[in-house]
Each structure stands twice: as C-alpha cells, then as structure tokens.
C-alpha cells in the first residue's frame, strides 16, 4: 500500500501570506504511459464533506481559485495558497489514486496567524 | 449537479452489520465512467477509502476491511449501498458516498479523484 505523509501537521499563516503544504507518497504516483501523476488534494471545513482542489497534482477543479496551485511530481508534492484569506481556514488533505487501495495523508491543518 | 445523500442509522451496537444507503441525483449510477465509492472519517481523524462499484457491477475494496465490506447498487433506484458487518468502536465514523470521475484511455477506465460528495452521516456503534 502507498503510504502518504504530509507536513507540516499544522501551520499558522498570515492573511495575505502564502501557505505552503507537503505531500510525500511512499513510492512514485506518476504513471510513464500517460505522464500523469495520480494526485490530488481536499478542502475540508468543519461539518463539512471534502471539496476537490486540485487533481492529476497541478489541474485546478472548476471554481477553485487561482490562488490555488499544486505542483510536484513523483514522490513529492506541493499545495500552494498564494494569498492566504480568511475562508481558506480548513484541514487539508492529500490523496493517491495511483493504486489500490486509495490512500490520503494524515491532513493538515491551516490557521490564521 | 450531481447530488449525493447518505441515509442510515446513526447507531449500531457492536457485533452487527452497518448497512447505509446513498441516494445520487443528477447522474446515474449505471452510465459513464464513474466509480461509486464510500470512504469513512473517524471523529477529529483522516480519510479511509473503504470500497467502490462501477457499472458493470464489479467492486474493489480496502483489504483492511475486504472480508467485512460488501458494496452494491440498485440501478433501478440510482442508489448504492455499503454493509459492513461485525463491527466494533473502531467502525465508529462519519461515512461519506462519493463519486470517482473515473478516467478513460481507450475501451479501459480507471478510478480516479473524488469530484462529489455527499454530507456525511455519523454512526456511532455503540451499545
């Protein structure tokens, strides 16, 4: 099974600041034949399902602002919020669709500072 | 815009067997590319996939939880459902049905991220 990890487990930015998440998976989600890295990333907000932010590592979901942006390849990913606002407060969570079974990382949880 | 609604009972007493439904509205559970998953939040925790069905009838499940899970749909009713027997404390969690876009290349589709989700419903087991 691929295992996930995500650092940092929480982290505090500045409103207008950019916040920055890791997403390290136990082998390589990048499949050769299409170049696609099997990746994605969630919102999720208190009471609330998960949203899709991101998928195939870097393609943002219809909706999702811009400041939005994901990057990595491989084994080692990255969730960009290049300004951060007030409605951005949630945990975040990554997710390999590489192989079975799916697996997510253990969340990051993003706040004000 | 694809909906989806779970329904179920909020409690179950250990050693019985969690059944759930997800009512999907605006889509069809037996056309397209789509998986049809359920994946399960414990309290204050993260994300567990636990399963899906596809159209066509075929299922893929966590081997963490394979020899309890049991997916399937009702086409008819554009539902699908997830029992999971002998459950314990550990089975306590909010279950969310979701919908995998699924990817197409060729005549083969694969499953994929997560596009929509229904709210979520807690069940607590419990005696």
């Known amino acids: 099974d691929i295992v996930m990890i995500q650092s940092p487990d929480s982290l505090a930015v500045s409103l207008g600041e950019r916040a920055t998440i890791k997403c390290k998976s136990s082998?390589?989600?990048?499949?050769?034949?299409?170049?696609?890295?099997?990746l994605a990333w969630y919102q999720q907000k208190p009471g609330l399902p998960p949203k899709l932010l991101i998928y195939?590592?870097?393609t943002r979901e219809s909706g999702v602002p811009d400041r939005f942006s994901g990057s990595g390849s491989g084994t080692d990913f990255t969730l960009t919020i290049s300004s951060l606002q007030a409605e951005d407060v949630a945990v975040y969570f990554c997710h390999q669709y590489y192989s079975s079974p799916d697996s997510f990382g253990q969340g990051t949880k993003l706040q004000i500072k | 815009q694809v909906q989806l609604q779970e329904s179920g009972p909020g409690l179950v007493k250990p050693s019985e067997t969690l059944s759930l439904s997800c009512t999907v509205s605006g889509g069809s559970v037996s056309r397209g590319s789509h998986y049809w998953s359920w994946i399960r939040q414990p309290p204050g925790r993260g994300l567990e996939w636990i399963g899906f069905?596809?159209?066509?009838?075929?299922?893929d499940y966590n081997p963490s939880l394979k020899s309890r899970v049991t997916i399937a749909a009702d086409t008819s009713k554009n539902q699908v459902f997830l029992n999971l027997t002998s459950v314990t404390a550990a089975d306590t969690a909010v279950y969310y049905c979701?919908?995998?876009?699924?990817?197409?290349?060729?005549?083969?589709?694969?499953?994929?991220?997560?596009?929509?989700w229904g709210q979520g419903l807690l069940v607590t087991v419990s005696s």
């Open positions: 082998q390589s989600v990048l499949y050769d034949s299409n170049n696609k890295n099997y």
């Open positions: 195939w590592a870097s």
């Open positions: 069905i596809y159209y066509g009838g075929g299922a």
């Open positions: 979701a919908r995998d876009g699924g990817y197409c290349s060729g005549d083969s589709c694969f499953p994929t991220y997560f596009d929509h």
